[in-house]
Each structure stands twice: as C-alpha cells, then as structure tokens.
C-alpha cells in the first residue's frame, strides 16, 4: 500500500487492524464499463460547453487540461469561468433519467453485507446522484455516512477535509480505516495525509498523473504475481521481507485490485501480513 513509512516495524503495524471501509461511489461500487460514466462525462462537457460558449470538443479539451488542477469539473469552473449556479449545474450532469445507464447487481448488496466492517461513502457527486446510485442497488442502508460534494461544502477530493470528514464522522482514524477509489489522484490524496488506499481499477494500462503504468506491474512489485487474487502468500514471503526489510519503505507501491468483489482477498492478506514473523 502507498504510504510513508518511517521503520519496518511501522510499516507492518499499520496493517493490524482494518475496522472501516471507505468507498468511492461511481466506477468503484460498480464496474468503470457501465453506462453511466461515459453518460456523466457527456453531460458534463455540454454543459461545460454551454456555460463557457466553446465547442463540445474545446469544452472536452479544456477539461482534461484544467480539470486536474483542482479535482473536480464544478471545481474548475467555479474557479476559472464563474460558474455560480451550481444546482443548475448537478441537474445537467444528474438528471433522473442517468439511472438508467446502470445495470442492477443482485449480488452487489450480499457481498457489502459479508464485509461485518463499518463502510462509509466518499464521493464528489451531489446527494441527489448518490442516493439515487445507493437506492437503486438497495444498499443505502448498509453505509454508516454518505459524505458527498455537498456535505463537504463543494470541496470533495483530493481536499483533505473530504477525506478526515469520511473518516472521523463515525469515530473512526487514519489508522483503522482503507480507502477505495478508480482515482490514482485521489487514492494518491488520501495516502498524503497518512491513510492507506486501494486503487480498483479492471484497466491493466492504467493513465496516471504522470504518465501511463502498468497495474499488473505494481502488483507484480509487492506480490511477485500478475493476478493480484491469486497471489500465493506462502511463495511471496520472501519477496514482502526483501521489500519491507531491505529496501525504502517510502516506494512500496500501491495495493491494486480489478474489484470490489477482490477486498476478502486483500483483507486476508493484509491479516496475514500483520502477522507475519520478521
């Protein structure tokens, strides 16, 4: 897992105990192939289009340049084109209709109910977008907090108040909770501020801050495998103590997964990990 370590003995007690799952919403609860994330993106740049009086295309271009810099497209328009209306601006991107473009997963609500941990949600869509997405997989209910855009005052992540508000809401810390997101920006945001992360993504060739990497990649660093749910930890024990022992703790890589459905995997293996004689 990304992080900054100071001693191996550290870097292996953070591992102890994970008491409260975080998730990101769209793209991460469900899969990043649904409809409904190309439908977002393309509400969203008509209406970036609309308001700043470009093209669709140069509405598209401005976005990817920009967008980054401030984590969120509500975020960059309000600060470089005065965007004020900002309900006008969710209804665009989040109409009714948007849940449509999601597929049901009748296996979604079981699996959550089989992780006995407190789960909160950490997302940058409006309150609207995410009881709507949350009702509509009838899982609500199984979530201890919802911290939307809304609830974190129009600054949701990478700002860290977005983070410590989904983390200490409940009574929970930096050290008893993990954090899933299909972001690098934000799992890398998250990990800034001494949190662990989990990057799920079902891209092998994933586009990163700086550059594309290779997710089997970082996997195969830390496991010696490809196939992150089928790392055989009894063979990866000598590759986990060369890499906690012997070299930087500061460049352990990111924990990656394909999916949601891959955390008893990971929560095993991080169980085992704690565990582990050095």
């Known amino acids: 897992l990304a992080r900054s370590w100071t001693t191996c003995e550290n870097s ?3 591992y102890l105990k994970i008491e409260h799952l975080i998730f990101d919403l769209d793209n991460t609860l469900y899969p990043a192939s649904s409809k409904m994330d190309a439908g977002i ?3 969203m740049i008509e209406h970036t289009a609309k308001h700043i009086g470009v093209s669709i295309e140069e509405a598209a271009k401005l976005r990817k340049e920009r967008m980054p810099i401030y984590g969120t497209s509500l975020g960059w328009l309000m600060a470089e084109h005065n965007l004020t209306d900002v309900k006008a601006f969710f209804d665009a991107v989040h109409p009714e209709s948007e849940i449509d473009e999601l597929d049901f997963d009748e296996k979604l609500r079981p699996f959550l109910q089989s992780l006995a941990l407190p789960k ?4 940058n869509s409006p ?3 995410a009881n709507r997405v ?3 997989f009838n899982i609500k209910d199984l979530f201890i907090f919802i911290s939307d855009i809304e609830t974190n005052k129009l600054q949701g992540k990478p700002y860290e ?3 410590l508000t989904a983390v200490f809401e409940k009574g929970n810390n930096l050290s008893n909770s993990l954090f899933f997101d299909d972001y690098e920006k934000y799992t890398k945001g998250y990990t800034a501020i001494g949190g662990k992360s989990v990057l799920v993504t079902d891209k092998l060739v994933f586009p990163g801050e700086n550059g594309t990497f290779n997710c089997d990649e970082i996997i195969k660093d830390f ?3 490809k196939d992150y749910s089928k790392v055989d930890v009894e063979k990866s024990l000598p590759i986990i103590k060369e890499k906690i022992l012997k070299q930087n ?3 352990l890589p990111y924990a990656c997964i394909s999916s949601i459905y891959d955390i008893p995997k990971l929560l095993n293996f991080l169980e085992w990990v704690a565990n582990i004689s050095f």
């Open 120 to 123: 909160t949600v950490l997302t």
């Open 223 to 225: 496991f010696n495998q």
């Open 249 to 251: 703790p500061d460049l």
């Open 12 to 14: 292996v007690n953070l």
């Open 134 to 136: 949350l009702n509509f």
């Open 161 to 163: 108040n977005s983070y």
């Open 127 to 129: 309150t609207v977008h």
């Open 41 to 43: 993106t393309s509400r």
